[in-house]
T-cell receptor, first 115, second 111 residues
Framework: DTGVSQDPRHKITKRGQNVTFRCDPISEHNRLYWYRQTLGQGPEFLTYFQNEAQLEKSRLLSDRFSAERPKGSFSTLEIQRTEQGDSAMYLC?????????????FGPGTRLTVL | AQSVTQLDSQVPVFEEAPVELRCNYSSSVSVYLFWYVQYPNQGLQLLLKYLSGSTLVKGINGFEAEFNKSQTSFHLRKPSVHISDTAEYFCAVYSNYQLIWGAGTKLIIKP
């Protein structure tokens, strides 16, 4: 399978702990996106990378959130000092920088539950 | 800023009946529109997209959508639904490298 993969698929943590999620995009996709989806809502944009450069961050991304894509391939999203309000599905997507660049390909998501 | 409104949070429909899921977007000079489907416990899968050209767009699984610029709508239709179409459907508009999403419509198929 050469689609977008995310790890882990589920994460349960206690309030105040740090968590890190990983996303592996489709190979050769320059652009990588993180979204957050809460129950009953559509996804909300968090941040976007082109290669290793983080080009845009939503104001939803508080200082407890940090994302990296050090080599322009996989990306990590870390949440520090988790809060119950962080419970959500975290979605990763990717697409190439050219061609049908506006179609995004999504991974299965990481479901975070903060107790 | 762009926004997307999905007018129905749930749409119940009998199997083999037609269905329309409604989507309205805020006006923009140029607009790229998408419908994605999310099956239970799965990621988002592209159903169809409108980038330019013909206003009637055909997608996978027998779905189609019509872009209506004057009404700023992009409604999704299927002439005959199947139980396997049970899912949540999201309309989205492309804006500045990100997708802006509606809140989703759950399609409930009644046997």
């Amino acid at each position: 399978d050469t689609g977008v993969s995310q790890d882990p698929r589920h994460k349960i943590t206690k309030r105040g702990q740090n968590v890190t999620f990983r996303c592996d995009p489709i190979s050769e996709h320059n652009r990588l996106y993180w979204y957050r989806q809460t129950l009953g809502q559509g996804p909300e944009f968090l941040t976007y990378f082109q290669n290793e450069a983080q080009l845009e961050k939503s104001r939803l991304l508080s200082d407890r959130f940090s994302a990296e894509r050090p080599k322009g391939s996989f990306s990590t999203l870390e949440i520090q000092r988790t809060e119950q309000g962080d419970s959500a599905m975290y979605l990763c997507a990717s697409n190439p920088a050219s061609g049908n660049y506006n179609e995004q390909f999504f991974g299965p998501g990481t479901r975070l539950t903060v107790l | 800023a762009q926004s997307v409104t999905q007018l129905d949070s749930q749409v119940p429909v009998f199997e083999e009946a037609p269905v329309e899921l409604r989507c309205n977007y805020s006006s923009s000079v140029s607009v790229y529109l998408f419908w994605y489907v999310q099956y239970p416990n799965q990621g988002l899968q592209l159903l169809l997209k409108y980038l330019s050209g013909s206003t009637l767009v055909k997608g996978i699984n027998g779905f189609e959508a019509e872009f209506n610029k004057s009404q700023t709508s992009f409604h999704l239709r299927k002439p005959s639904v199947h139980i396997s179409d049970t899912a949540e459907y999201f309309c989205a508009v492309y804006s500045n490298y990100q997708l802006i999403w509606g809140a989703g419509t759950k399609l409930i198929i009644k046997p």
